[in-house]
């Protein structure tokens, strides 16, 4: 079956994506050096889920994607998070 | 709407394909005869696990050791819970009538992954094969019931990890059947059937679908943790090495709550299907069952602590998890009273389909309340593992899951052998079945509610009478089974020629020849109204 | 909008790519469940925590983490190359990506190696005489480490089959779906180390 209107990254845009990728990563290790306590753990998250984003949408090819396809996508990384945020209700206040 | 039957196709039971003989099922990706592998396998393991259960019937007549040692008794009601939950009541509906209908129903000649399906139903034999084996090889039956809690699973000295093992295969494929319907409903619904346009057994099955993939992964990995811990000594449950065993309950609970509604959706779905059309009505508030499913779905996934009230939770998550389960409660009256507008003022025509259909009502709303009766803090604590608990979700389970199984095989058997049963036999069988059922469960609630533990071999000697009337009850809903079966194989077999439509429905199914052609439709229907429009009305719309 | 296959035809792409999504979420609530407890015990015992990271070598940890996002690249790029119609370079990008899957392999078993040298593995004496926080985290390392390299061969090797279907031509300008998923399975095994990497080796 034939593609149609394919969407094609060109290969600069997919080299900048993984330079982005590369110095967000250098960051993080980085910014391990200083201590921001109980934040640490959250920055570190924080910058993994930028990444995450940057894969999901550029490599994954998520920006041509349909609006049902991201809205799935996000949908089930909320859900995870919902799960966890409930399952610490248990544990947070134990 | 356009009719396609068809004059030039050859049934999917007489189509000959590549392959030849038992091949032609073994290897077959047409999904009404995967439906059927699915089917036939699903009645031999439910009478495995239906014998085991009379087996603990029996033992409970009288109390002290009545037919059996204590030891096979544990075994007993693991590998019947294993059985019955992970083989028949998870993949049941779905698999057999989820694969037959959904492609039809949607006006589609197969589910989107032929192939994938045919290898779903290969991990599932695999898995439920296992299952069984897990019985009667090495280290004797596994004996931690179907829950596998942990710290006794990663002690006790018996085939837990063939069991486990067995769960995880099952589950793999329980996923892989959620996915390819997701894909179906999506991509091969006929043109004009938008998505309020599609019938309720495959929106039941689209909301059933997303629970199997979001949930059942959770339960895999818990599973391997569980294996891990025994092999490995890994610690994640061993209070020991600074493990939690009630971790190990959230993460299963995670997926088993939601499993429970993998188990009553397409349930809900067969009799939103059953109902208009012995009623000749259209349903009552097709947009509200709609969104009462995916509500379920949705709320369902987040109330699994509701299993763990008296683990030592947290006190905040007990209420909280005690609140999102009287929620789930909401959507699943409304579907209660939508099913009961359908047939008000309908021309109603009482049919075995619809006796199931309506007796799944009076079981399902039974072990409804009582759900609300252990989701409650306070009750909980009272009722908790004992025969109430066994009681209730056996009401749901079987009551609500089996009935709605058995109300579909009535409604749909016609069309998938093209013969009909005999209705008197049938409703025999029905009468039987209920009375059998009733007397089976209902006194387990009441002993539950005196303090009888569940899992037990033994019991003190005030609860007998209780136990005696279960027993006889188990007797006559074994013999209503055998006739009801008997009643549909010879049926099958022997019974009258059944037209296209014997129910006057007007679904999709009902406009292609019984049985329906190897390729469903000679032209993929065009779509120009809702659903469940009778007569006159079909004009209007 | 809908398309209509009749019970074992040719998949369009569109629904292959749909499938493939589903799964891949299927895939992250399987790792989810890890990371789960991950959380739970981390909360628990976040100093011990961070005494047991101190044992991982992040140099390590980031050069695998720079494999697996250069051959994220190279995937995605051979994607490129073969909608373009350039075989060869298609060919040539998956190789590169299945060497970099190889040398994270070759880290991690030397990695793993390693720590058993020090006697550090599930259920030693050497680990059972550590703290319970330490304890935990081994495990939790082991097994989200080990389920992360199963995926990364389960990768390799499809990645390998992408390579013959190229080779034969069977994977094509035109027909580029199989080639298209198995990208899509490679960046989810590299989603997966995003967030592995700052957990086990960044809490020190």
Not at chain 2, 241 to 260: C, E, K, M, R, T
Not at chain 2, 381 to 392: I, L, Q, S
């Amino acid at each position: 079956m034939k593609h149609e209107d394919k969407h094609i990254s060109s290969y600069s845009s997919l080299a900048i994506v993984l330079a982005v990728l590369l110095f967000l990563t250098a960051f993080s290790v980085w910014i391990t050096g200083f201590h921001f306590g109980a934040f640490t753990v959250a920055v570190a998250l924080i910058i993994a889920c930028v990444k995450v984003a940057t894969v999901l949408i550029n490599f994954m090819h998520l920006k041509f994607e349909n609006l049902f396809l991201k809205l799935l996508v996000t949908g089930v990384f909320v859900m995870f998070t919902l799960v966890i945020i409930l399952t610490f209700v248990d544990y947070y206040f134990r | 709407m356009s009719i396609s039957g068809s004059e030039t196709q050859v049934s999917y039971l007489d189509y000959q394909g590549k392959h030849k003989g038992i091949w032609s099922w073994l290897l077959s990706t047409d999904h009404k005869r995967i439906g059927l592998l699915y089917l036939y396998a699903i009645i031999v393991f439910f009478f495995v696990a239906a014998f085991l259960g009379l087996l603990m019937r029996i033992e409970l007549i009288a109390p002290g050791r009545t037919i059996m040692e204590p030891q096979t008794y544990n075994g007993l009601f693991t590998i019947h819970g294993i059985i019955m939950i992970f083989v028949i009541v998870i993949p049941g509906l779905a698999a057999v009538f989820g694969n037959f209908f959904l492609p039809i129903l949607i006006g589609a000649r197969d589910v989107a992954f032929p192939k994938l399906n045919l290898f779903s139903w290969y991990l599932y034999m695999i898995g439920a094969i296992l299952g069984v084996l897990s019985q009667f090889i090495g280290g004797g039956a596994p004996d931690t019931g179907w829950t596998f809690y942990v710290p006794y699973s990663v002690e006790s000295s018996t085939n837990v990890i063939y069991a486990l093992t067995a769960a995880f295969i099952l589950g793999f494929s329980s996923i892989l059947t959620g996915l390819n319907f997701i894909v179906t409903i999506h991509r091969m619904r006929a043109p004009g059937m938008g998505w309020m346009r599609m019938p309720l057994f495959p929106w039941a099955l689209y909301a059933t679908a997303w629970i199997q993939v979001l949930a059942t992964p959770i339960v895999g990995i818990t599973l391997l943790m569980v294996i891990a811990e025994r092999v490995l000594n890994i610690g994640f449950f061993d209070p020991a090495l600074g493990g939690d065993p009630v971790l190990f309950q959230h993460l299963f609970w995670i997926y088993s709550h939601p499993a429970v509604y993998i188990m009553i959706l397409p349930a809900m779905g067969i009799v939103t299907e059953i109902f208009p059309t012995f009623s000749q009505k259209p349903v009552f508030g097709y947009g509200a069952i709609v969104l009462s499913s995916l509500a379920i779905a949705f709320v369902g996934y987040f109330v699994w602590g509701h299993h763990m009230f008296t683990s030592g939770m947290s006190y905040n998550a007990r209420w909280f998890f005690s609140f999102l389960t009287f929620i789930v409660a909401v959507p699943s009256a409304i579907k209660v009273f939508n099913w009961i507008s359908t047939m008000y003022g309908g021309s109603i025509d009482l049919k075995p389909p619809l006796l199931y259909a309506i007796s799944f009502i009076f079981l399902f709303m039974i072990g409804g309340f009582t759900g609300l009766v252990l989701g409650s803090l306070a009750t909980n604590v009272h009722t908790h593992d004992t025969a109430f608990v066994v009681a209730h979700f056996h009401y749901i389970i079987f009551g609500g899951m089996g009935f709605a199984f058995f109300a579909a095989i009535h409604y749909w058997a016609p069309k998938m052998f093209g013969r009909m049963y005999n209705f008197r036999v049938a409703n025999i069988a029905w009468v039987l079945n209920f009375t059998g059922f009733n007397l089976l469960y209902f006194p387990l609630f009441i002993v539950g509610l005196q303090g009888m533990p569940r899992r037990s071999y033994d019991y003190l000697p005030q609860f007998q009478s209780g136990h005696v009337l279960s027993t006889v009850g188990a007797f006559i809903l074994i013999a209503g089974l055998l006739l009801m079966v008997y009643n549909l194989v010879r049926g099958a077999r022997k019974g009258e020629v059944a037209p296209a439509n014997p129910w006057k429905g007007v679904t999709l199914e009902w406009k292609i020849p019984s049985p329906p052609p190897h390729e469903n439709f000679d032209d993929i229907p065009v779509i120009t109204s809702k659903p469940y429009l009778f007569g006159n009305n079909s004009d209007n719309k | 909008m809908s398309v209509h296959n009749t019970h074992a035809e040719h998949i369009d792409s569109e629904t292959g790519k749909l499938g493939m999504w589903i799964f891949l979420f299927t895939e992250l609530f399987l790792f989810g469940g890890l990371f789960l407890v991950y959380a739970v015990f981390r909360a628990k015992y976040s100093a011990e925590f961070h005494i047991a990271a101190g044992e991982l070598n992040a140099f390590i940890g980031t050069m695998n983490t720079v494999f697996l996002l250069v051959s994220s690249m190279t995937v995605a790029m051979s994607l490129t190359a073969i909608q373009k119609g350039d075989r060869k370079l298609a060919m040539f990008l998956v190789l590169v990506t299945i060497l970099l899957a190889a040398l994270f392999m070759v880290n991690k078993y030397f990695e793993w190696t390693h720590k058993f040298e020090y006697g550090i593995y599930p259920g030693s004496e050497v680990l059972k005489n550590m703290s319970h926080g330490e304890l935990l985290f081994f495990g939790l390392y082991y097994m989200m480490t080990g389920l992360h390299a199963l995926h990364v061969l389960v990768g390799m090797v499809l990645l390998s089959i992408n390579v013959v279907r190229i080779k034969s031509g069977s994977v094509n300008s035109n027909h580029y779906l199989m080639l298209e998923n198995s990208a899509l399975y490679w960046h989810l095994v590299d989603l997966i180390w995003i967030f592995l990497f700052p957990l086990l080796y960044l809490i020190t």
